[in-house]
């Protein structure tokens, strides 16, 4: 019997998609029975057949209705369990869903769940499938098919239709998990992981004077680098550097206003290595030099 191409609709091509790559039924998806690295999230719903989804050596069947959801830098595969097996694939950014790390919805709370699991290595809860009752497995499809409709239709505010569709979607996958998961018990789990992120960050706040390296908060915190920049990026929303380079730039900003030292004193103090370090990251910072920073506000305060 000859196989059908699978019906999927990708968006990359249209500039006001962003970043939204792809939503729609597969009968034989070339990706199947391949490990992959996905940039995205990666949502699949089983409409027919049978379905095993893999992560590493963990794996878990799933049949119509089931449904599981991948973060992003996940190395899985899904193998068909059966000739006839459908799926619906969703593919999406956390940018697309203007995605909160301290947003209290469903949504951001299922994706900052899914992110921290992802840092910190657990398969459980990567492989974890959310099964649907009926009505909701009837709803579900009926989005994806209206999704499908709106975007043939090329209508004005089609890809804010689109972002609402998917934001009900996820909606649904994000209720069903959380609370199978206990989300009480899961969100203590992550108010500690955020309450040693933030901890971290206080002690970034008392030390960013000193010669202060990654290293010497990863051992204070007892975790892995690793494990820790991935962490610090979705909790504070930058990179560990960024972070450190922007205080200091910011303590350095205070200095120069509040007394006249040295460029090289400021920058002795404010951490930097020395003052050619921190014209190039005051710059980068403010799109001004120390010196004519310096200049302008003592001005405007005359």
């Given amino acids: 019997m000859k196989m059908k191409k699978p019906l999927l609709i990708t968006l990359n091509n249209y500039p006001e998609s962003c970043n939204l790559c792809r939503i729609g039924l597969a009968y034989t998806y070339v990706d199947a029975n391949k490990y992959l690295i996905r940039d995205n999230f990666f949502i699949c719903a089983v409409k027919n057949g049978r379905l095993r989804h893999c992560v590493g050596d963990a794996a878990v069947e799933l049949r119509r209705g089931d449904m599981f959801i991948v973060p992003p830098n996940v190395i899985a595969k899904e193998e068909y369990m059966e000739p006839e097996t459908q799926f619906y694939i969703i593919e999406f950014s956390k940018e697309f869903l203007q995605y909160d790390p301290f947003g209290e919805s469903i949504k951001d709370r299922l994706i900052t769940f899914l992110l921290m699991d992802t840092a910190l290595e657990k398969k459980?809860?990567?492989?974890?499938?959310?099964?649907?009752?009926?009505?909701?497995?009837?709803?579900?499809?009926?989005?994806?098919?209206?999704?499908?409709?709106?975007?043939?239709?090329?209508?004005?505010?089609?890809?804010?239709?689109?972002?609402?569709?998917?934001?009900?979607?996820?909606?649904?996958?994000?209720?069903?998990?959380?609370?199978?998961?206990?989300?009480?018990?899961?969100?203590?789990?992550?108010?500690?992981?955020?309450?040693?992120?933030?901890?971290?960050?206080?002690?970034?706040?008392?030390?960013?004077?000193?010669?202060?390296?990654?290293?010497?908060?990863?051992?204070?915190?007892?975790?892995?680098?690793?494990?820790?920049?991935?962490?610090?990026?979705?909790?504070?929303?930058?990179?560990?550097?960024?972070?450190?380079?922007?205080?200091?730039?910011?303590?350095?900003?205070?200095?120069?206003?509040?007394?006249?030292?040295?460029?090289?004193?400021?920058?002795?103090?404010?951490?930097?290595?020395?003052?050619?370090?921190?014209?190039?990251?005051?710059?980068?910072?403010?799109?001004?030099?120390?010196?004519?920073?310096?200049?302008?506000?003592?001005?405007?305060?005359?």
């Fill in 124 to 302: 459980e809860s990567i492989i974890a499938k959310v099964p649907l009752s009926g009505d909701d497995q009837i709803f579900l499809f009926r989005q994806i098919e209206r999704f499908h409709y709106e975007f043939n239709r090329r209508r004005e505010g089609m890809f804010e239709i689109l972002n609402s569709i998917l934001m009900t979607i996820i909606n649904i996958f994000g209720w069903r998990y959380l609370y199978q998961s206990g989300i009480p018990r899961v969100e203590q789990k992550y108010h500690r992981i955020n309450k040693m992120m933030l901890d971290s960050v206080d002690y970034i706040h008392n030390h960013y004077h000193e010669r202060l390296k990654l290293e010497d908060i990863t051992l204070k915190f007892a975790v892995s680098r690793t494990n820790y920049c991935i962490l610090f990026k979705q909790v504070v929303g930058m990179t560990f550097h960024a972070y450190l380079n922007d205080l200091r730039c910011e303590k350095a900003a205070q200095m120069l206003l509040e007394n006249d030292m040295s460029l090289e004193d400021v920058a002795e103090a404010a951490g930097f290595h020395d003052s050619s370090c921190l014209y190039r990251n005051f710059m980068k910072h403010y799109g001004v030099s120390p010196g004519k920073y310096r200049k302008e506000h003592i001005k405007r305060g005359r």
